[in-house]
């Protein structure tokens, strides 16, 4: 059972920058894809980006790419999703999952196994 814990929400004004870590309980990051989700009150998980296990490249979705950047450090087991230039629009209740290394379709929520408590980030106007 791979856990995942989450730091560095809060409360950020307009224009600024916030790095949010994933931190897993044992040596499993670098076996894993890490995927990072966001969600709005009644909505679904949104995909934000994940970083692949083996290579450690990245993909994003349209909405964040530019602004926000995933990075791993393996020998700390943790995955950081550093987000630049916030926005009102960007408050929400961020997660990061975790895919088995076989796992297809990263893009989806459904493709990830392990899920992160959230954590909450307010960006004020």
């Known amino acids: 059972q791979v856990q995942l814990v989450q730091s560095g929400g809060g409360l950020v004004q307009s224009g600024e920058s916030l790095t949010l870590s994933c931190e897993t309980s044992?040596?499993?990051?670098?076996?894993?894809?890490v995927g990072w989700f966001r969600q709005f009150p009644g909505t679904v998980r949104l995909f934000l980006g994940t970083?692949?296990?083996?290579?450690?490249?990245?993909s994003y979705a349209d909405a964040v790419k530019g602004r926000f950047t995933i990075s791993r450090v393996n020998d700390k087991n943790t995955v950081y999703l550093r987000m630049n230039n916030l926005t009102p629009e960007d408050t929400a209740i961020y997660y990061c999952?975790?895919?088995?290394?076989?796992?297809?379709?990263?893009?989806?929520?459904?493709?990830?196994?392990?899920w992160g408590q959230g954590t909450q980030v307010t960006v004020s106007s």
């Open positions: 044992e040596d499993h990051v670098s076996n894993y894809h």
């Open positions: 970083i692949s296990w083996n290579d450690d490249s990245t």
């Open positions: 999952a975790a895919a088995k290394a076989s796992a297809r379709y990263t893009l989806l929520s459904s493709a990830y196994d392990y």
